[in-house]
């Protein structure tokens, strides 16, 4: 029987402690679920900054803007298998958590830092003569102008990428030909590097931060207890909520809304600082609650902790240099094949996708020469569907990218008749879903529980990778009715984003819950590390789908909305149909898996 993580250890010291009650499960759970939601509340609202703080603040290229949220992105799932790595060895999950809360919390400070001065100066090449440029207002009220003469000019950008420069009265003094314009900015290095640093810091700490709470949740209930797969859920709603709210707020107070230019980056970055801080707070002041899980592996030595907090220190310079590579990345030239794709990737895409190919079949070894039969077994199940989920995260992330840029694109973004939204706010539908159903399904799987017919974890990731293609062939079939202007009711994309919620559902906690149950455990922490590595893999590869969706742009404009349409509901058909037939095949698989998982349910 695999035991949780140093059960044997502290069995004393949690007796009786799961006996009172949060919602019918143990109490622990509501510590762990406000951590982690106020956690979540920080990165989310970070993160929802992030892109447009690179491109507008700092002046970045969009090649290196989305070169560099997307490895950062990357990295951060990547930390985690390390981070899982030195719990189960060393410092036990709950010091690690909280050495991954007081990191992220400088992170988030050390951006808010990186905010307050030393703004890129932007400056324009026009036509071989240099500008400068002058920027007012911010969020969609931004506005860039040239001094020319002693005159101030507007620059437009039009649709043929000319671009326009234009008097007060809104008459075009100068029309500068395509390509005869180029923005540009002189950062300031000590405000890019504590850019860089404070990234640096994010990305270590959650390592250390996301998959040590969420094998703490797995501690809470003995193997065995049915519960487990609903407190996982209820913990996922945790998460949600406390992105919801930052992914509004942050933004809001970083560029405000409509004609109110908001307090600047630096409050956006602050508040996800506060969150992370509270986060911090509840879990290092948790008056014993916690007392009992998550603590030192039985044997390890405590006099080692200061090693693992010297060595994380010093992996920061390494992010940090991992980060200046990704940013100095030039895109391979079209045509380059799969060979040259690999060879351009950038170093971070290399580590990733090596480390990837090298853990899945190292873990396995791993366990045949540690484990007995059964924990053997009950592995290979693990990592099978650890692999199987790459393939649902893949289609689910295309959400920030190509389903942004098809809400953006050929979305009729009206609601109701009353308002409009913007395509970045369709982000919100998930988070929303997501609260709003954890309960529903967390009910849902402790009633089929009690009547015994729970579906077994493979077959609820069957259905997941089914839904997450569903989803697609729904907006697909929902692209027939698109208007004479080629755009599809909004209902039908939150429609997908209600399917794919459901089916993220059936996934995400599951799996989480699912590498407690199955993992040897000593390693557990090791195997959370390697599910959020085959999620990492995943935002890369959606990276490369959503390539695929691609469409012809003029000055940022799409030209024809026809083929627009036609080329995303061609890719979303064929990655819906793709998925849907892996999901069925796992769902065949489910048979052989469960013989493998020796009556874990
Ligand atoms: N939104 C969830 C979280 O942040 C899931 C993200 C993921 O695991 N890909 O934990």
């Known amino acids: 029987m695999t035991e949780p993580l140093g059960a044997a250890a502290t069995a004393?010291?949690?007796?009786?402690k799961t006996e009172n009650l949060w919602f019918g499960h143990p109490a622990q759970l509501a510590r762990l679920f406000t951590t982690e939601a106020m956690e979540r509340f920080g990165y989310y609202g970070m993160r929802a900054l992030l892109t447009l703080y690179l491109a507008q603040h700092f002046l970045f290229s969009d090649t290196t803007t989305t070169g560099l949220y997307g490895g950062f992105t990357a990295l951060v799932y990547l930390t985690p298998l390390i981070g899982g790595m030195m719990a189960d060895r060393f410092l036990g999950s709950k010091r690690s958590v909280k050495f991954g809360a007081i990191l992220m919390s400088l992170g988030y400070a050390i951006l808010c830092v990186?905010?307050?001065?030393?703004?890129?100066?932007?400056?324009?090449?026009?036509?071989?003569?240099r500008y400068e440029v002058t920027v007012e207002g911010s969020g969609e009220a931004r506005k860039q102008y040239v001094t020319d003469h002693g005159?101030?000019?507007?620059?437009?950008?039009?649709?043929?990428?000319?671009?326009?420069?234009?008097?007060?009265?809104?008459?075009?003094?100068?029309?500068?030909?395509?390509?005869?314009?180029?923005?540009?900015?002189?950062?300031?290095?000590?405000?890019?590097?504590?850019?860089?640093?404070?990234?640096a810091f994010v990305t270590v700490g959650n390592g250390f931060f996301k998959p040590n709470i969420s094998t703490i949740v797995g501690e809470l209930y003995e193997q065995g207890d049915r519960r487990r797969d609903a407190g996982f859920t209820i913990f996922y709603m945790g998460i949600n909520l406390?992105?919801?709210?930052?992914?509004?707020?942050?933004?809001?107070l970083a560029v405000g809304m409509g004609s109110w230019g908001g307090l600047g980056w630096w409050a956006g970055f602050a508040l996800a600082a506060a969150g992370m801080a509270v986060s911090w707070l509840l879990f290092q002041f948790d008056g014993g609650k916690l007392d009992g899980f998550g603590e030192r592996p039985a044997g390890a030595n405590a006099s080692r902790d200061v090693v693992v907090y010297v060595g994380a220190i010093l992996a920061i310079p390494l992010a940090y240099l991992l980060f200046a590579n990704l940013m100095a990345y030039v895109k391979p030239p079209a045509g380059s094949?799969?060979?040259?794709?690999?060879?351009?990737?950038?170093?971070?895409?290399?580590?990733?996708?090596?480390?990837?190919?090298?853990?899945?079949?190292?873990?396995?070894?791993?366990?045949?020469?540690?484990?007995?039969?059964?924990?053997?077994?009950?592995?290979?199940?693990?990592?099978v569907l650890i692999t199987f989920n790459t393939v649902f995260w893949t289609l689910f992330e295309q959400a920030g990218s190509s389903l942004t840029l098809f809400a953006d694109r050929n979305t009729d973004m009206n609601v109701f008749g009353l308002f409009s939204i913007t395509a970045g706010q369709t982000q919100f539908f998930n988070a929303f879903f997501i609260v709003a159903?954890?309960?529903?399904?967390?009910?849902?799987?402790?009633?089929?529980?009690r009547r015994g017919i729970?579906?077994?974890?493979?077959?609820?990731?069957?259905?997941?990778?089914?839904?997450?293609?569903?989803?697609?062939?729904?907006?697909?079939?929902?692209?027939?009715?698109?208007?004479?202007?080629?755009?599809?009711?909004?209902?039908?994309?939150?429609?997908?984003?209600?399917?794919?919620?459901?089916?993220?559902?059936?996934?995400?906690?599951?799996?989480?819950?699912?590498?407690?149950?199955?993992?040897?455990?000593?390693?557990?922490?090791?195997?959370?590390?390697t599910w959020f590595l085959s999620i990492a893999v995943a935002q890369y590869v959606a990276g490369v789908v959503a390539q695929l969706a691609n469409v012809e742009t003029v000055g940022g404009e799409v030209t024809n909305l026809k083929v627009s349409l036609d080329t995303y509901v061609g890719v979303f058909q064929t990655i819906g149909e793709i998925s849907a037939l892996i999901g069925l095949v796992l769902l065949a698989l489910s048979v052989p898996l469960k013989r493998l998982m020796h009556g874990v349910k």
């Open 12 to 16: 004393a010291s949690r007796q009786g």
């Open 114 to 129: 990186s905010s307050t001065g030393g703004a890129a100066k932007p400056y324009a090449m026009i036509e071989g003569t």
């Open 151 to 199: 005159a101030m000019l507007r620059i437009k950008g039009n649709e043929d990428k000319s671009v326009s420069l234009l008097r007060g009265d809104g008459s075009e003094a100068r029309h500068v030909p395509a390509g005869g314009f180029e923005g540009g900015g002189e950062r300031n290095p000590l405000y890019t590097f504590l850019l860089i640093v404070g990234l």
């Open 242 to 252: 406390g992105s919801l709210f930052s992914q509004i707020l942050c933004p809001l």
């Open 337 to 383: 094949g799969l060979v040259g794709y690999i060879m351009s990737l950038p170093i971070m895409g290399k580590i990733m996708f090596g480390t990837f190919i090298v853990a899945i079949p190292g873990i396995l070894v791993w366990s045949w020469r540690n484990g007995d039969k059964r924990e053997f077994e009950m592995m290979v199940a693990a990592i």
């Open 437 to 449: 159903l954890a309960p529903l399904f967390s009910m849902l799987w402790g009633t089929l529980a």
């Open 454 to 529: 729970e579906p077994g974890i493979p077959v609820k990731f069957g259905v997941a990778l089914v839904g997450v293609g569903a989803g697609f062939l729904f907006l697909v079939w929902g692209a027939q009715f698109a208007g004479p202007d080629y755009k599809v009711a909004l209902w039908w994309l939150a429609g997908l984003y209600l399917i794919h919620s459901m089916a993220e559902l059936c996934i995400s906690p599951v799996g989480l819950s699912m590498v407690t149950k199955l993992s040897i455990a000593r390693i557990v922490g090791l195997m959370m590390g």
